[in-house]
């Protein structure tokens, strides 16, 4: 079987033999990488062709792994969350490759003339990547891509709460790429663990504040540098300038969108005391508007398993058990069989609640009333600084007021969301939301080695200077370096 076939999961099953413990993958990928320590410009071009006719190729089984998995997915929410960023990021990479390859020149000092410098973007050697449930193909592929971009190999931890994904991924990699390049490891939370023990070259884990703990312990015994890329509560800020209606509706996308289970989904939402009652209207009716039902509805995301859906069930029953007062967009029940959860808008939650405590990643928003854009500023300056921070407010003054004021991994102003989906940008947390970026050129720069080259020729200038001290000459040219200064 070739890239281009599909695998199609119910139909023909490859037969996949039990894999190498994972010290001996890590071993044989680090092997031969020391034999092509610099993959080519071309080299590297075929490796993301090929993972792109991979995923073409397999598109519909994937999006029916997807939607198995979280027992009720949209196809066409996979499709623009999944794959069609991956295609897109390939084919800007490909366009921008070259460039990035190329060593970037740099000037001298005096005193070291006459020679030359530059920095060099070397390949780092065999880098893990640690995958989370949510979006499993995005966050395994989008990675990986600029990790081959960079002239890597790499292994691949797929989620244990997205079986049929991980397998299929694991398959479609197998077909299309030797293990000594790219390889898929699957199993549980002991795998992951034995997995971010490995001594890779580089780590990149997407997932919770609580795990990221654990994966940089785990590094830093081998002193692995890592990318995390984790989470927190990420603020919604609703200023009174910026029409209310269209705020709500462009949170209400982004909040639904995967039924929340998403790292820079709204978490909370700071909105002027005299307009918290119209967004909770129109946020509602924005709701019903995409989703006139949520049962049976296969563009509503299902939670992806009983454990998440409890923890949210009981999320919500702390909040109304301490008096918060919470919005559906209606009365029906959910009997289709599925994990659905509707909207649930918590108004007026207090710090005592676990929804302004943890990152809720599900369809729960709580709606907190403030006064003023400066009180809104304080309370997010006073939480963990988080992943994502959304403003909507058509003054350029508070606009910039924010973005000086607040620390969070990135921003959209008048948008949820959609940061993410600029090729051109880095994409990272800060402090507990993570450290370090990946995606464009800042993701070529996380995964090379930017190697400093100093060239000099048969004339040695730097004699002037040997020992012994004290001639003239080195007066002179002692006395010259310091005036630069």
């Known amino acids: 079987m070739t890239a281009a076939d599909p695998i199609m999961s119910e139909h023909r099953k490859v037969t996949r033999q039990i894999p190498p413990p994972l010290e001996d993958l890590l071993a044989a990928q680090k092997k031969a990488f020391l034999q092509d320590p610099n993959p080519s410009y071309q080299e590297r071009v075929d490796r993301l062709k090929a993972l792109k006719k991979a ?51 740099r000037k001298l000092n005096p005193q070291l003339l006459p020679a030359s410098a530059k920095v060099v973007y070397q390949p780092l050697g065999v880098v893990g990547i640690v995958v989370p449930f949510n979006y499993p193909l995005f966050l395994s592929l989008s990675p990986l891509l600029t990790i081959l971009a960079a002239g890597n190999r790499a292994m691949i931890k797929m989620s244990e709460f997205t079986p049929k994904t991980s397998e299929l991924v694991a398959r479609i990699i197998e077909q299309t790429f030797p293990a000594n390049l790219v390889t898929v490891v699957c199993g549980d ?7 971010t023990s490995l001594h890779f070259d580089h780590i990149i884990f997407t997932g919770s504040t609580a795990v990221g703990h654990h994966v940089m312990q785990a590094a830093a015994k081998n002193l692995t540098p890592v990318t995390l890329e984790l989470g927190g509560k990420s603020p919604v800020i609703v200023d009174n300038d910026f029409p209310i209606q269209e ?24 909105v002027k005391n005299d307009q918290k009652a119209a967004f ?25 398993n009983d454990r998440h859906h409890q923890r949210l069930l009981q999320l919500l029953a702390d909040a109304k058990a301490q008096g918060a007062t919470i919005h559906t967009p209606g009365n029906e029940e959910i009997n289709d069989g599925s994990r659905r959860i509707p909207i649930h808008l918590i108004e ?8 302004m405590q943890e990152e809720i990643f599900g369809p729960l928003l709580p709606v907190i009333g403030i006064d003023s854009l400066d009180e809104a500023i304080q309370f997010v300056q006073q939480r963990p600084r988080p992943l994502a921070l959304y403003y909507f407010g058509s003054d350029t003054n508070n606009q910039e007021a924010v973005l000086a004021q607040t620390h969070s991994g990135g921003v959209c102003i008048n948008e949820c969301l959609l940061h993410v989906a600029v090729e051109d940008m880095p994409f990272g947390g800060i402090g507990p939301s993570g450290m370090g970026h990946y995606h464009g050129h800042e993701g070529f720069l996380t995964f ?25 000459l080195q007066k002179k040219m002692l006395k010259f370096l310091s005036g630069r200064q």
């Open 55 to 105: 995923l073409l190729s397999n598109k519909d089984a994937l999006l029916s792994a997807l939607d198995e998995d979280f027992g009720g997915r949209s196809r066409s929410e996979s499709s623009l969350t999944e794959i069609i960023p991956n295609l897109g990021n390939i084919h800007y990479t490909i366009k921008q490759l070259k460039k990035w390859m190329q060593p970037s020149k």
């Open 348 to 355: 007026n939650p207090t710090d005592n609640m676990g929804v």
């Open 189 to 195: 939370a002991q795998v992951a663990t034995e997995f």
């Open 247 to 270: 705020a709500a509706e462009r949170v209400c996308y982004a909040k639904a969108l995967n039924a929340g289970q998403t790292c820079v989904a709204p978490d909370y939402i700071l």
């Open 280 to 304: 909770i209207e129109h946020y509602l009716n924005a709701f019903r508007k995409m989703y006139p039902t949520v049962n049976g509805n296969n563009d509503y995301t299902s939670i992806i």
């Open 448 to 472: 090379s080695k930017a190697k400093s080259v100093l060239t000099k020729g048969k004339l040695n200038s730097t004699k002037m200077i040997y020992p012994p001290y004290g001639g003239w």
